[in-house]
């Protein structure tokens, strides 16, 4: 994301939700369709960032519940990119993943919980480095997950407060993560339905093409220069440190 413009990103994610509302198989899945409903107020088209919380019910099964019919287990995904001052730039963007035991989530357990985040090296706090995009187990919850019924207590045993190791990542959005999402459980009739839609495929290949293939050029192009003979691509270009 270190050269997607924030206006891009606003774009992509705008019309994300658009088909989310316009696709028929997602409204099986979709526990909250007014976000995606409302997709024209939910994400202005000109100006601030992006602060979405989509919820889902997905049959998720794991090898122990592979003989059951269906096993419908509560997602939730969010999106939160915060803007430059002069609202051009993306100061952070970060991509949210909750998966429930059951159906409640004041009641269920936390099966995964995981944060996709990005933070540009000019932001950071020198004394502690870290991948600019970055996986990062767990994380707290936001104020949307608590409204939710979500409660602080259920992830304790993920100790939250342990941020590290922070893992490299690539960068992501709404639909390359809800794709992710729906690639890694296609035990669900909807997940299967949604990615062989056309548009749905369509919206996919804008994203890799918008957000993935100049974070691979990048990373390429580091290589195929010349480096001062110190530099390492861990160090230098996925922590940037100077």
Known sequence: MRNLTLADLRSLERRTLQAISEIAD???IL???DPVRNYRTTINEHSGGVNVHLSFEIDIRLRADVRKTVLKRRVDVGALVRSSSDGKS???ASYSLIICKKLNPSTSAIIRKMHFDFEPGRLRNPTEPKP???LQICGLFSAANLRMGYRPTSIDRWYPDFEKPRIP?????LALLINWLLLEFQTDRSARAILTNGRWRALIGEAEKLVLRPFFQ???DYFSVNQPTNHRFLENYVYEVP
């Open 31 to 33: 526990i909250t369709p």
């Open 132 to 134: 600019s995009t970055h």
């Open 218 to 220: 990048e990373a390429a």
């Open 169 to 173: 990542g690539i960068p992501t959005t």
């Open 90 to 92: 993306i100061d952070s």
């Open 26 to 28: 997602f409204s099986a």
